[in-house]
């Protein structure tokens, strides 16, 4: 008996420094702990409960695929009963898997998943927990390390699980063998429920549990082990790089509000495997979701970029288009890529005045001190005394031309966006902004000469375009979970 408790004790010990090292939750957090039925999610709510020195605030989930008719609903039972026993609040839900799966066109995997996610994310918010809790263990990354090496995957996928991700869910168990969680529920004489499709051979992740990982354990008893400790160097790996990506991506890739933007000469002069991360990131901005695109999409967007002729397309999964413009790549959604010029537009005072395709001019008067300057080409500021009211805004022709200040002459707005290296595929939508046919502001690259503001300046009117932006790529939302951040143009 006295080996038995330590036993346990070690194994509380051994979750309880993964939570403290990986910074998983703190003591009285509120956790939402994903609860099958099965043995592995059984040891974690029991771990979870026990844990010395860490108290938690557990709420179980359990969600009802109804994949297995009775079973699955002799698991629902299961859970309540459990949950029940230790007065921990339980919540379920019913959806039907493979309906939705052929429904969406999805496999029965994706669409589990899916629902799986949105039952935890509402759980999360109605019981302001700081995470999900599941029950993946070391064996599980092993498995999983295996199936996407068997599939063809780079380090990001051979990274496999991490402790945390960003989708609040955390796992305490990846250091814990499925050996070990089954003798702690002998030890503590826990029952669970057996999945019986978890037998089923045909199914990929069964044949490499049954099949393929004891006949590598005759080569190295320790290969579970050796394949878990890989993937969480991979994963450490990876974060490091992801970093370092993420430094390069904001020098390098710009956005445009609808999309993303690859600029052909700094980016094609950068090593293959750092353009490949770079489409990677992209794709993942714009879909949340990288599950849709693989190896053959990303040399397909490096080609494209590399030796795609102007106007090149390439159409992508998730409604995505890559175009090859003569400077770059644009990478967006389809239906923004055919975004037509800003429709001519009478301004008559402040207010808001809609261009079409989601821009926008915002006029406002300012107050302004006599030294500020309006140089910044993200706003223009517009004597009024100079330029009342009403002004046009109407799409540029390219010999539109624009006054230098200081008597320096005029440019035409051809050459201005050729100065100013302005996407081609861009340079359509900009508008130009006139007073009495005398052009003050091709928006949000160059102001003229004409009604600037100066010290002896009375009235002043701010313009700012809201929906076109070119900046770095960065300062967009990432995931777009709540849409597109509506942000002043900035366009070099």
Request: hydrophobic share 40%.
């Amino acid at each position: 008996m006295a080996l038995i408790a330590r036993q346990v004790a070690a194994l509380r010990r051994q979750v309880l420094e993964t939570l403290r090292h990986h910074a998983l939750c703190a003591p009285g957090d509120t956790l939402i702990v994903a609860v099958s039925g099965g043995a592995d999610s059984v040891a974690l709510l029991d771990l979870l409960a026990t844990l010395p020195d860490l108290p938690l605030s557990l709420v179980v989930a359990h969600l009802n695929h109804c994949l297995r008719g009775g079973e699955s609903d002799g698991d629902e039972r299961f859970v309540a009963e459990l949950a029940a026993a230790r007065g921990f609040p339980f919540e379920t839900c019913r959806v039907d898997v493979r309906a939705l799966a052929a429904e969406q066109g999805r496999s029965l995997e994706e669409a589990g998943r899916d629902a799986r996610y949105a039952f935890f994310d509402r759980l999360r918010q109605q019981y302001a927990a700081v995470a999900v809790a599941t029950a993946h263990h070391a064996d599980d990354q092993a498995e999983t390390f295996l199936l996407r090496l068997l599939r063809g995957a780079g380090g990001s996928g051979l990274g496999c699980m991490p402790f945390r991700n960003d989708r609040a869910v955390i796992r305490p168990l990846l250091e814990v063998s499925r050996r070990d969680l089954l003798r702690y529920l002998h030890e503590r004489g826990l029952a669970w429920r057996e999945d019986s499709s978890n037998l089923d051979t045909t199914l990929l992740r069964n044949r490499v549990r049954h099949e393929l990982l004891p006949l590598l354990e005759t080569y190295n008893p320790s290969v579970m082990k050796r394949l878990a400790s890989t993937a969480y160097l991979l994963r450490q790996d990876e974060e490091l790089l992801a970093r370092q990506v993420e430094t390069v991506f904001a020098e390098l890739v710009l956005s445009d509000g609808s999309g993303l933007v690859f600029d052909a000469a700094s980016c094609g002069c950068q090593p293959e495997g750092l353009r490949f991360r770079l489409y990677r990131r992209a794709l993942e901005l714009l879909t949340r979701d990288l599950r849709c695109f693989d190896s053959t999409h990303i040399r397909q967007l490096d080609r494209l970029l590399l030796h795609g002729g102007t106007g090149a397309r390439l159409p992508l999964p998730r409604g995505l288009v890559a175009i090859r413009t003569a400077d770059g790549l644009v990478l967006s959604r389809a239906d923004a890529a055919l975004a037509s010029p800003p429709r001519a537009t009478e301004i008559t005072g402040p207010a808001r005045y809609d261009l079409g395709n989601g821009l926008s001019l915002l006029v406002e008067l300012a107050a302004v001190a006599p030294t500020s300057s309006d140089a910044d080409d993200s706003t223009a500021l517009v004597d009024l005394d100079a330029a009342p009211f009403p002004w046009q805004v109407r799409p540029h022709a390219r010999d539109d031309r624009l006054s230098l200040p200081g008597g320096e002459g005029s440019r035409s707005v051809g050459r201005l966006m050729i100065d100013r290296k302005v996407p081609r595929h861009l340079r359509p939508l900009l508008p130009l902004l006139l007073s009495a046919d005398q052009p003050l502001w091709l928006a949000g690259v160059r102001r003229s000469g004409h009604a600037r503001v100066t010290e002896r300046t009375g009235t002043i009117a701010r313009i700012t375009v809201v929906g076109l932006c070119l900046r770095p790529a960065a300062g967009i939302r990432s995931h777009r979970r709540d849409g597109p951040a509506e942000a002043p143009s900035k366009l070099l």
